[in-house]
């Protein structure tokens, strides 16, 4: 399994989409509306079955597992069933400790981090930080995808080879 650890603001949203909501007339003062684009690139990285998505964002903190897959799904994610969980919330550690607790007592093959801030310690080498005026672009995905593939593949040769 190839895991996605998402944050949300500065990823699936992005200030200038915020900015551009309210200059439209319809503004999103909390800025839970998707950028477009971001969706566009998740659901392009998502044709891959095998990845799922686990939150890492502060939305876990408010947002029950059900609400935030049909929320999802109202902005345009495609597979908003792939989400599978929560990080845990240690509010004294970094963001990266709680993947790490996460990824301790789970089983992935692989992972990336969507982020738009770099507290993750350890696990800082699987970060693709994105900007938080823009959010999550193709060329993020691309990127992870490539790290996904690369990673899998070495891993069933590893499994291959014994």
Not at 59 to 85: N, P, Q, T, Y
Not at 98 to 105: D, P, V
């Amino acid at each position: 399994m190839k895991i996605i650890f998402l944050d949300i603001d500065g990823v699936m949203n992005s200030g200038n989409h915020c900015i551009a909501l309210y200059n439209a007339g319809t503004p999103d003062f909390r800025c839970r509306r998707f950028t477009p684009q971001s969706v566009k690139a998740l659901n392009w990285l998502l044709q891959d079955e095998e990845i799922r998505i686990v939150v890492s964002s502060t939305w876990r903190l408010s947002w029950k597992i059900d609400e935030l897959k049909k929320h999802f799904e109202k902005e345009g994610v495609e597979v908003a069933d792939r989400i599978i969980g929560y990080t845990p919330n240690f509010p004294r550690e970094k963001r990266g400790a709680e993947i790490q607790h996460w990824l301790a007592s789970h089983s992935c093959d692989t992972f990336v981090i969507f982020d738009d801030d770099s507290d993750m310690g350890e696990v800082k080498k699987r970060l693709i930080k994105t900007d938080n005026r823009v959010g999550l672009t193709m060329k993020h995905v691309r990127r992870a995808k490539k790290w996904l593939d690369k990673a899998n593949q070495d891993m069933k040769q590893a499994i291959g080879s014994e």
